[in-house]
Each structure stands twice: as C-alpha cells, then as structure tokens.
C-alpha cells in the first residue's frame, strides 16, 4: 500500500500564474498533459510520481481528452485513479480539463461537434475521471459540417449543467475563433480559452493573426507541442535513442521529419541557449511566454525528473531583441540585411 501523498509546503512559491484572458481563473505557465505515458501502454507508479512532482511544482493543471491512451479513455482511467487515491483532498486547487472533437467510439455519433456527441462523452470524461466537473471542457476540433451554434450551444448546456466551469476551443484558427467567440457570448457562455500548437518551430498562431486577435478579445491561448515533439532539445543532438519518439512510437515525429537543416537549426538554439544559461528546452518553453499573450505550456514528460527540469524555464523568461532577432533568424530562416 502506497504511503499518503502530502503535497509540499512550498509548491506555490516558484510557478508564476497568468491570469486566463480576461476571465477570473488563472493557470500556472507550466501545466502537465496527458496525452503520452498516462495510457494503458504506461505504469500506474510513474504516472502517479509524476502527477506529484508536478504539482510539487506547482503545476495545478492536468490537460487530458477523452481519447487520450493509448487504449482510447485509458488516460483519464489513470489520472481519475490517481485524483481518487492521492489528491481528493486537493481537488479545489486543481484545474482539471477534457476535451472531445476527435474520434472516441464506432458509428456516426463518436466523433466532431455535434450535440449527442459532445454532451455524451463529457458523461464519460467525468465518469472515467471520476469527478462530479471538470474546470473546463474543450471542443477538440472544429467541425466542418456540424452548425457552429449547435457545438458552441452543446457547450453552454455543458457549463449550465454543472458538469464543467468553463468552455475552452482546440485547433480554432483565427475566423474560427472568432465566429465562436461571437456565439459564445451572445449565449452568455464562458469560452476563455483556445489551445493551439505553439513554438519555435511552429509559428501558426502568429502568422493566422489569433495570437493577436485573442489579447483584443481578452481571450486565453494556451500551447501545446512547446518543444516540437522533442525536436526542441538535445535530445537528437548526436542521433536518434531507441527510447525517443522518433524511434519507439511512430503516432509522434518520424526519421524524416530530422533533416540535417533541422538538426543544424537545433545545434544553433542550443548553443543559444547554452550562452543563456538555460538548456534548448527551457529556452523553448521561456520564448513561448516571453510576452504574455500565452497564459501556459502544455508539456509532456515519461519520468518526474523531466518535469523538474521543464519548470526551471520560469527562472530566465526574459529575452533581449538580439536573442529573439537570432531565435527568427535560425528558425524562419530569415537573412540579416
């Protein structure tokens, strides 16, 4: 039998916490997510030293979905374990959230926007989790063919209901957004967040114009892949581990996806980081948040050490104008003159 888990005294006094657009609610910069290693392919002891280590941390936000695995569920079957046997007594200093938008289950009702979709499988995000709400409830994707009003209005039945606090959208680009935030508030429904892919490498919600449409709206961004699947460390720097997600698990990057243009582009941010004293992945996540328009960084770990390690990006977050003019120039490709 596992001993009592007591969090630490001190997990408050090193994260830094940002205020969710203009909503009340505030997320930590560092948040976990769910979507590796908290699957049936990973083990129940490391999912639960990591789960304490970050909010040791001060990490108070867990982001899972409802087909996160592998198997499909299994994620929030763990954490929901997790939450039950250790942090119940935490629970009201937990954001917890969940998601749906991509394939969960057989026939034309387990996947996209729809209504019977949406509201069913929220019911079983919280039964899973075990949890009478989760904090917020995320459309996963935008649907194609489902009326915007429909989804945005499965949402607010979602929140009136009690079972989440708020609404968040994924992977809603720029006129997306804005259409939904539109409906959103002529429904009085609080949509205060969108997460979105977001790095170095990956400048999407830049060149969409989101990023900057969301700080006029007063409407949170939070980021996931921060580091590029990886490619935003040194971890590649002198091959390819057996152990990587190049190598062991082929949903993520694949081979090709490590050119000798990216791996020079990576010995480059390293070396910049290195003459910050930070390492490439801690600079990576500290360029995310530099201006404060992305409230958090989802990260993802396989062992507590790397969540350790991710948070001391909160110790260096400022950057001069020649350090990110030389980030763009390695990055973008872009030529001085």
Not at 145 to 159: N, Y
Not at 210 to 215: I, M, T, V, W
Not at 217 to 229: K, R
Request: aromatic share 10%; net charge negative; proline share 3%.
């Amino acid at each position: 039998m596992t001993a009592l888990y007591v969090a630490a005294d001190d997990r408050y006094e090193r994260m830094k916490y940002n205020r969710v657009g203009r909503s009340g609610l505030k997320f930590p910069a560092v948040s976990l997510g769910f979507w590796h290693n908290f699957g049936s392919t990973g083990k129940i002891d490391n999912m639960r030293a990591m789960m304490h280590e970050a909010f040791d941390c001060g990490i108070t936000q867990f982001d899972l979905a409802n087909n996160y695995g592998p198997e499909y569920g299994s994620a929030e079957i763990n954490c929901g374990r997790i939450l039950h046997e250790d942090f119940m007594p935490y629970r009201d200093e937990l954001v917890i959230t969940s998601k749906a938008g991509f394939d969960m289950w057989k026939g034309p009702y387990g996947d996209w926007g729809s209504r019977k979709y949406l509201i069913a499988s929220c019911d079983q995000s919280l039964k899973r989790l075990g949890l009478d709400y989760v904090d917020i409830f995320y459309h996963h994707r935008p649907d194609p063919e489902t009326p915007l009003e429909e989804t945005i209005g499965a949402l607010k039945t979602i929140v009136d209901s009690g079972r989440a606090l708020y609404a968040g959208i994924s992977n809603y680009d720029r006129k997306q957004t804005e259409e939904a935030l539109k409906i959103a508030r002529g429904m009085h429904l609080p949509l205060i967040v969108n997460q979105r892919r977001y790095s170095i490498f990956d400048r999407s919600i830049e060149e969409d114009g989101l990023k900057e449409y969301c700080r006029k709206e007063g409407m949170g961004i939070i980021a996931y892949s921060p580091l590029a699947q990886g490619l935003l460390t040194d971890r590649y720097l002198h091959g390819i581990p057996e152990d990587s997600r190049i190598g062991s698990d082929h949903r993520f990057l694949h081979s090709s996806d490590l050119t000798e243009e990216k791996l020079s582009q990576i010995r480059q941010l390293n070396e910049l980081a290195a003459s910050r004293g930070q390492s490439l992945a801690d600079m990576a996540l500290a360029w995310i948040m530099k201006d404060q328009e992305v409230c958090s960084v989802i990260i993802g770990a396989s062992r507590p050490e790397q969540i350790r390690d991710n948070v001391k990006c909160l110790d260096h977050m400022s950057f001069t104008d020649e350090e990110l003019q030389a980030i763009d120039r390695i990055a973008l490709r872009r030529q001085e003159g």
